[in-house]
């Protein structure tokens, strides 16, 4: 079945996220770090941010994973930069209700509304919110500084 328009450029979006991913690597001087395993695969993403007065001044990632963990996490940086603590957690909850095939208005999540056809792939969801969970860890304890989880089955 041919690919509609729209799904090609959503995929392609996908793809040059996952292949040259924005904010990747680490930071030099992160606030917080968190690292999340998804158990499911073995693979693996740290999120590490720069909070300055409850603002996510800059953010990075790393780890290991699919094409869909690394572009989610991809677009999850371009989407939170800039943004407070609470502002992103709504848009973490957004993307949640997003890719569970939630009828949305995902504007705000930028590039990572193109992921919306996870949904239709539910052993695909745990890759495309991995990056969203660590973030969630930071979100919900700005205090601690380093942090390792795996997210639940
Ligand atoms: Fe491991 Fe997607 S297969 S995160």
Redesign the pocket.
Known sequence: MALSRLDQLYRQVILDHSSHPHHHGNLADSSQKVELH?P????V?TVEVKLKDEIIEDIAFSGH?????TASASMMTDAVIGKTLAEASQLSELFSDLVQGKDVDATALEDGAMLSGVAKFP??I???T?AWKALDQIIAHPDVKEYKEEIEE
């Open positions: 998804n499911t695969c073995g693979d993403v994973g699919c094409s869909i963990s052993a695909r745990k890759c495309a991995l």
